[in-house]
């Protein structure tokens, strides 16, 4: 009679155990995450160091021409949200800062991708760079205006670097979204409009 060999019985796996290919998700995670930090590092020490020359060296109000006037500093105070919108809430937009940043930090451990890393980056740099001002400035704790003052021509607001950064981002998404990047840095297949079928890959965008 023929033998049959008994397999050797299969050891489940430890708890918490790495899934395969969990290090090499981990290592981009841990990438995006690292980026990210710098990116909003970066903005909102711009932003804290070009708003204290701005309050220590410039008269508020009063416009300093850099390209003519095309381009000015004009160092004024906002109680609104970024460029100069809905004034009269400033402790409204403190709050909803802060929770943007809070969700921003919470959120870190899921993104795999570089790009949606500087998204978030620039985002919370932005956003902690004008908390800070509602925060640490006059009036008082919370209602604090912004310091703004980049004036250009044309353009009906006076704004900060935190600003820039906050609508760059917001650029960058609507990028990414509209590229079908996803947060591990994969794009979502495309439908091709004749057959219908999916199309593309997951590609890496970061």
């Known amino acids: 009679m023929r033998k049959h060999r008994r397999r050797p019985p299969r050891i489940p796996a430890l708890p918490g155990a790495d899934a395969p290919g969990s290090s090499g998700q981990g290592q981009l995670g841990s990438r995006a995450i690292a980026i990210l930090a710098a990116v909003a590092v970066v903005v909102f020490v711009l932003d804290r160091l070009s708003k204290l020359l701005v309050t220590t060296r410039l008269t508020l109000g009063q416009p300093v021409d ?20 809905g004034s009269g809430s400033t402790w409204v937009f403190a709050i909803i800062a802060a929770v ?98 999916a199309v593309g890959s997951a590609d890496d965008a970061g």
């Open 66 to 85: 850099l390209i003519g006037s095309i381009l000015q500093f004009r160092w004024v105070e906002n109680p609104g949200a970024a460029f100069s919108l």
């Open 100 to 197: 943007v940043a809070l969700f921003i930090l919470i959120f870190a451990r899921r993104i795999r991708s570089a790009a949606w890393g500087v998204m978030f980056g620039l985002l919370l740099g932005g956003t902690l760079g004008n908390l800070t001002d509602r925060l640490a400035r006059p009036p008082g704790f919370g209602v604090g205006y912004v310091v703004d003052f980049i004036q250009v021509i044309g353009f009906p607001a006076i704004f900060n670097i935190a600003d820039v950064a906050i609508v760059s981002s917001m650029g960058l998404f609507i990028l990414l979204t509209l590229r079908g990047v996803r947060l591990d840095g994969s794009r979502s297949a495309a439908r091709s409009p004749t057959s219908g079928r």
